[in-house]
């Protein structure tokens, strides 16, 4: 059977050991009424051959990105992931062990993770990064929740409307049993940015709001300033957490640390770990120092060993689970080590110019094929404010875009995302993403599509 | 500042290894202009560069993470008996079809029609995990157990407000992980903790004691964190259900009783379960995991979004769920680790599963009976999948749970779980799996003994031979230093 090792021999060595009635007690261990009666209706096993195959039919069902010409973004940025990352990752030593509570023979981890949490507060400029969260959204929903720890008078939460639909749904589902008010800030329409006159029209007395969350670039693609509206909360007492779902862009724009915001989470998927439907992804969370006692989640510091040599070890668990039980900052235990892992190996392998070059390569893609599309007097840039990889276009009045979508999809292309899914007023804007991996004969071939089905304009045809 | 060790068991930081203008992995040429930042954004918006990343080459960082590797112990580095972890071998194969651009270089938005190999894997590994656990369906939308627990919670509360009942209590007993009492909080009630039974297990009258109006469910882990059977849990689930509460448990040991019973036959309403410690899916140095949530036809419309159905045409997912307690997460699943979980259970089969158990369930009661003369048991009884020692016997001589446990390092054995479950005063929980042979438990056996009767001196200066002597914890935190510093900020 595999993955067992015994032999008959060591089974009957071991029975023999363990005396003649051990069958039988072992028998009872589960109460007669409990046991099961028949097999489990499961198929039976399978050979490595067998099961490598299956596995292989199964996958070659779905068609991956790059058998496609893919603008898809919205939260899940497809980028190069090196084949120096990979094959670290395959080190059994690293995938194959567990939370390092016993630091003597965990420094690889430890080190990688203490360097994970370095690399978060150099992009995010904030003084303290934890060793990871599940993903982006959930990292957001930890952040609302730490705000309202650290502000405990306060009862209302704001929530930009300009956040990844996913995360404000995340979020309003862990705020389920507290009893904060949840208010979203509409987006102005013209610029894109989370309206700072919303804001300003909002009545709300000073201590009682425990954060706003704004994210930038936004769902929409907007790059926000969110100085502003970092220092209007912070007048009324409240903490404000920056949401980066593309930290790509933090090569190019500055971090919410520099524009004062006390937390920052996000999504750092895009730093070694595939697409992979979803899943597993990389939360992470950077803040200020102050408020380092009530952060969720694991954290690495610097120690030495009986020697006095440099070590590194879990530390401050008193916020945790496992010591303040219900009391605790999170209910967090496994989280993403291995992604985190990833993100540290692929930034590291990217260096700090290569970081920022991809990152202009990114944005500079996304401003040709806007620019190439701004061509047609049928579209127009959905906001004013300016993108960073990813960008709304607004189609002439009347135009279906998932027509577009449908057109464009016959020729091999995954062309965006069509807005009105998410903003019922968006109805004729495609939210489209570039990334190193389109060329620019794909975005060529995109805008030549497009363009063609503008003048077929099917939509008008009966 | 700590000094540097000399050799093979000392490796630098990233950031002191970076050298200024050396260049590791490049990026395509670029086949479009290049737009100055400066030109398309005010000038209070440009960053110039992220101060303090580092530069290095692509062997550097090779060789870097290489060297961390070998400072790490995994379970092919050799035994990992971490009670209540199940650290079992890692298929290689799972990793190798997880890794295929066709589950892989999934993009989560892409449409039905070019993802139904996606959703049928999905959809299957829910059926296999519904059969498998008794339950009437599962969502495998949590990203890890505790993430589970707390899908959990939020459901139960979510049913109260449905019938318009406030229920503020969860019973959780003395033996629970911490997440148990954790999650609880989170989902907004309060725990109540209740003992468990001079024999290790918790007896129904215990809870019945407890149980009121105010309570909304038990939270219990079966088998438990001592590896005991819960045997009364039947009789358990009537004392809650007949109050209108519930029964959460945390199957976090289901690797003890696959095909041998099944939590929706115990009266278990709602159970999480962790793909990475029953179905082999590997630990990652801590995650991702996955864990997928069972509950019974009542807490069904509760289960979060989305859901996948199956119909004549294929795969797709139900969008109209009102009762839903909504997203936990963003997009679908932890998916890759699915398809480990999938291929697995696939090559196991009903009676592979079924044989796994069995065999784990023999290798900690063997381990057991062979210690149980040099070490206290104290609940010395046949175990399911670990059993749970404490240090009362060497305490005598002076050694203690954690001394124990670092002098098992310097033997290439990789300590069991300790000081937990915390009714056990200095525990020691070892969970063996399956995967392991006679040798290996014969070996482990062997040196337990040894260390039991070696110079307490030696064994309290341990480990000797590790990459690091005993390492200050409580210095790390009375100080806390969670980031390198710029020789500039420092």
């Not at chain 1, 062990?97 to 990688?112: K, R």
């Not at chain 1, 329409?189 to 954060?211: M, Q, R, Y």
């Not at chain 1, 020729?411 to 495609?430: A, P, V």
């Not at chain 2, 092919?76 to 298929?91: A, D, I, R, V």
Request: with cysteine.
């Amino acid at each position: 059977m595999p993955y067992v090792s015994h032999t008959n021999q060591d089974l009957m060595s071991m029975l023999k050991g363990l005396g003649p009635d051990y069958l039988n007690k072992l028998r009872e261990l589960i109460p007669e009424a409990l046991r099961s009666t028949s097999e489990l209706a499961i198929p039976g096993g399978l050979s490595e051959q067998e099961t490598d195959s299956l596995l292989r039919g199964i996958a070659s069902k779905n068609t991956p990105v790059s058998e496609l010409s893919s603008f898809l973004g919205a939260g899940a940025y497809d980028h190069y992931v090196p084949a120096l990352v990979r094959n670290l990752l395959s080190r059994s030593e690293f995938f194959t062990a567990y939370t390092p509570y016993q630091p003597e023979i965990s420094q690889g981890t430890l080190q990688a993770g203490y360097e994970y949490q370095t690399l978060i507060c150099q992009l995010t400029s904030m003084d303290v990064s934890n060793a990871s969260l599940y993903d982006g959204a959930s990292a957001t929903a930890e952040a609302v929740l730490m705000a309202l720890r650290i502000k405990k008078k306060a009862t209302k939460v704001l929530l930009s409307a300009a956040l990844h639909p996913e995360y404000r749904e995340v979020v309003r589902t862990y705020l389920a049993a507290s009893d904060a008010e949840i208010i979203e800030i509409p987006y102005d329409p013209k610029s894109g940015e989370t309206s700072i006159d919303e804001l300003l029209k909002l009545d709300i007395e000073e201590g009682d709001v425990a954060c706003l969350v704004l994210q930038s670039p936004n769902f929409l693609g907007v790059i926000e300033d969110i100085a502003k509206h970092t220092s209007f909360i912070h007048e009324k007492g409240g903490l404000s957490i920056g949401v980066v779902v593309e930290p790509l862009s933090l090569g190019v724009i500055m971090s919410p640390g520099e524009k004062d915001a006390d937390i920052c989470v996000g999504e750092a998927a895009g730093f070694g770990t595939p697409l992979a439907y979803g899943g597993p992804y990389l939360g992470f969370m950077g803040v200020r120092e102050k408020f380092l006692r009530q952060m969720p989640g694991r954290l690495i510091g610097e120690t030495e060993d009986a020697d006095g040599v440099r070590s590194y070890c879990l530390t401050l668990a008193t916020r945790e689970q496992h010591i303040r039980r219900d009391r605790a900052t999170s209910n967090i235990c496994t989280n993403e080590g291995l992604s985190a892992l990833a993100a540290t190996i692929h930034l590291s392998s990217l260096g700090k110019d290569g970081f920022k070059n991809l990152a202009l390569l990114n944005f500079s893609k996304a401003h040709y094929l806007a620019k190439r599309l701004r061509k047609s007097r049928d579209i127009f840039m959905g906001f004013k404010t300016t993108h960073f990889n990813e960008f709304t276009a607004r189609f002439a009045l009347g135009t279906d875009i998932d027509m577009i979508l449908k057109r464009l999809y016959d020729n091999g292309i995954l062309g965006g995302i069509n807005l009105k899914k998410y903003y019922s007023e968006l109805d004729r804007h495609l939210l489209i993403c570039t990334t190193e991996m389109n060329t620019k004969a794909d975005m060529d071939l995109f805008v030549k599509i497009v363009f063609e089905c503008l003048e077929e304009k099917p939509w008008q045809k009966p | 500042m700590a000094k540097a060790l000399e050799g093979p068991l000392e490796e630098p930081l990233i950031f002191d290894r970076s050298r200024e203008g050396r260049a590791g992995i490049g990026i395509p040429t670029p086949d479009v202009p290049i737009v100055d930042p400066h030109k398309v954004l005010p000038r209070l918006m440009v960053r110039e560069e992220v101060k303090g990343f580092p530069e290095l080459s692509e062997l550097d960082v090779s060789r870097h993470f290489t060297r961390l590797s070998t400072l790490n112990f995994g379970v092919e580095t050799g035994f990992y008996p971490l009670g209540s972890c199940t650290m079992k071998y890692n298929p290689k194969l799972n990793e190798e079809v997880a890794g295929l651009p066709g589950f892989a270089g999934l993009h989560p938005y892409q449409g039905e029609e070019m993802v139904q190999g996606a959703l049928e894997l999905t959809y299957e590994l829910e059926k296999i995990l519904e059969e498998i656990s008794g339950m009437h369906a599962i969502t495998l939308h949590p990203a890890a157990g505790a993430h589970g627990e707390l899908t959990g919670m939020l459901m139960l509360a979510a049913y109260y407000r449905d019938r318009g009942e406030t229920r503020h209590k969860v019973l959780i007993p003395d033996t629970a992980h911490g997440t148990n009492p954790a999650s609880c909080a989170l989902g907004g009630f309060t725990v109540v903790p209740v003992k468990t039974g001079p024999d290790g297990i918790l007896t129904a009258k215990e809870v019945a004691d407890h149980m009121d109006d105010d309570t909304a469910a038990l939270m219990l882990t079966n088998p438990n964190t001592l590896g005991l059977f819960e045997s009364n849990i039947k009789d358990i689930s009537q004392v809650m259900h007949d109050k209108g509460g519930f029964v959460y448990c945390d199957g976090a040991n289901l690797n003890a009783i696959m095909g041998l019973a099944k939590f929706g036959e115990m009266g278990v309403d709602i159970v999480q379960l962790n793909l990475h410690k029953t179905f082999s899916t590997p630990h990652g140095g801590g995650g991702p995991g996955s864990g997928p949530v069972g509950v019974t036809a009542e807490l069904e419309p509760y289960l979060p979004k989305p859901r996948i159905i199956k119909t004549e045409e294929g795969y797709s997912y139900e969008t109209d769920r009102p009762k839903s307690i909504g997203r936990m997460r963003a997009f679908h699943s932890q998916f890759t680790i699915l398809v480990r979980a999938y291929a697995y259970i696939r090559r196991l089969g009903a009676n592979g599963l079924k044989e796994a158990s069995e065999a784990a369930i023999l290798n900690a009661n063997y381990l057991k009976e062979q210690l149980k003369d040099t070490y206290d048991l104290p609940y010395d009884v046949a175990c399911m999948h670990e059993a749970v020692f404490s240090d009362k016997h060497q305490q005598e001589r002076g050694i203690t749970t954690m001394d124990i446990a670092k002098r098992l390092m310097d033997y290439g054995i990789h300590p069991p779980t300790i000081y937990f479950p915390l009714v056990v005063p200095g525990a020691l929980m070892i969970e063996p799996t399956e995967c392991e042979g006679l040798d290996t438990i014969d070996n482990f056996v062997e040196v337990m003994k040894k260390i039991s009767a070696e110079d307490p001196e030696l064994v309290k200066g341990a480990p000797h031979t590790a990459p690091r002597k005993r390492i200050d914890e409580i210095g790390a935190a009375r100080r806390p230093r969670l980031r390198w510093i710029t020789p500039e900020e420092d």
